[in-house]
């Protein structure tokens, strides 16, 4: 009897404290130096210490990423950080990763879209040989946070290094459950404005103009005037040739919506790094490069993207 | 074969928050390339992919785009210019004066070093 095995491992580590933590994560690294194979670790800055002092001398063959900087947006934490790592290795037999998108400051806003990032993992992986250990801390994350952690992997380590396969294992329920509505939007919108394929470079002046007034400033602004184009573009060419911005301010962070008919059907779209000769294809992902949280809104009904950037 | 004067919109319009999309091109002496201004997006990617057309096709070992009056490039903008730096032979290049720093952050982000692509310090 022969089955065919999925390369691709991806479970989560269940830590209740330091001890747990490091039992978990620094046998996973060392045993990927042991056979040569690249290893990289993006966690919150306070954990990569640890880890880096639990390492002694082999943390110098690490790559190590504060996931707080690199992976503040979900949705960049799969291009740019995990296939970003993996993708510069094409020679290794296989490639080891510690991820640990969620913690504990996490915001309700922020979170579903961390959920829907570690379900996607596993479709962004699949039939490579790649392994992602991915902690959660059980004494500092809710329940919904660890509950969906059974839902987003395959497999969950406990704190004694127990291995027990995941029989809520569910990816794409996962995203479809969290592909709700946006909340509404707080008093005070600066800007409703209309636009098609004539007013394109106006709804993108007004934006900017609107959040220079709000105070995105320098390289920021011209990475918002960026992610503003890509969005308004993609609804005239891909979502029904017209669609609303709309932009407030909502606790430190501008908030701009983009609201179109368009139905984004690709689960990847925006996570898939785009190769140096590839035309097409860098749309979505820019967006998610240069935002520090995406959240979507997606289906038959039409598309809402909102983009947030800290002021 | 070179237009004096191009527009994706008639006559450039001037540059304020409700300007009509337009990348107007006037060509440089002694065909070194052209001076750009406007903006380059959805409305106006035809008369950018034709200057770049031109870049490479022109046969020049080094072709200037002077764009200190160009706003904003896009995404597909720049794409069709690390496209067009591709397709040169080695020792080639595009140069680019005074680009706007949504390009030049574009191209850094997904063409670092691009060896067809040259932008002199001013």
Do not use: E
């Given at each position: 009897m022969s089955t065919v095995t999925e390369p691709f491992v991806h479970p989560a580590l269940f830590y209740a404290n330091t001890d747990e933590y490091l039992a978990g994560c620094v046998p996973f690294v060392r045993e990927g130096l042991e056979r040569g194979e690249p290893v990289a670790v993006a966690v919150p800055s306070y954990n990569l210490e640890l880890i880096e002092a639990g390492l002694g001398e082999d943390a110098a063959r690490v790559r190590f990423l504060d996931m707080q900087q690199a992976g503040r947006n979900p949705g960049r934490i799969i291009p740019g950080v995990l296939r970003a790592f993996a993708d510069s290795?094409?020679?290794?037999g296989r490639v080891r990763l510690i991820g640990e998108?969620?913690?504990?400051?996490?915001s309700e806003t922020e979170y579903p879209a961390c959920a829907q990032h570690e379900a996607l993992i596993n479709h962004a992986f699949t039939g490579r040989a790649v392994s992602i250990l991915c902690p959660y801390d059980t004494g500092r994350l809710d329940e919904r946070s660890l509950a969906d952690a059974y839902v987003t992997h395959p497999v969950v380590i406990d704190g004694a290094g127990r291995h027990s396969d995941s029989p809520a294992y569910d990816p794409d329920g996962l995203v479809a459950r969290y592909n709700q509505p946006l909340p509404a939007a707080p008093g005070g919108i600066r800007l409703a404005y209309d636009y098609d394929a004539g007013t394109l470079p106006t709804a993108r002046h007004r934006s900017v103009a609107e959040a220079a007034q709000l105070g995105l400033a320098g390289e920021r602004l011209d990475d918002f005037a960026l992610i503003v184009a890509e969005l308004t573009t993609n609804s005239v060419v891909h979502g029904g040739g017209r669609g609303t911005v709309r932009l407030w301010s909502e606790e430190g962070r501008l908030v701009c919506e983009v609201r179109d008919a368009g139905h984004l059907t690709d689960p990847l779209a925006g996570r898939r790094p785009a190769g140096r000769d590839q035309i097409g294809g860098r749309g979505l992902l820019t967006v998610n490069l240069l935002a520090d949280l995406v959240r979507t809104h997606t289906g038959g009904y039409g598309t809402t993207i909102r983009v947030y950037l800290a002021l | 074969m070179q237009s004096p004067e191009r527009t994706a919109a008639g006559a450039p319009a001037p540059a304020s928050a409700t300007a009509a999309p337009h990348l107007a091109v006037r060509p440089l002496p002694e065909g070194r390339g052209v001076t750009l201004a406007g903006e380059v997006g959805l409305a106006t990617r035809a008369v950018w992919t034709d200057v770049l057309a031109e870049a490479v096709e022109g046969g020049r070992s080094a072709y200037v785009l002077e764009l200190s009056e160009v706003a904003f490039v896009d995404v597909a903008g720049a794409e069709a210019l690390a496209a067009a730096a591709r397709r040169l032979e080695t020792g080639r290049r595009i140069v680019l004066h005074d680009p706007p720093r949504t390009l030049s952050r574009v191209l850094e982000m997904y063409w670092p070093g691009l060896p067809g692509i040259e932008v002199p310090t001013p």
């Open positions: 290795h094409p020679d290794a998108p969620i913690w504990s400051g996490r | -």
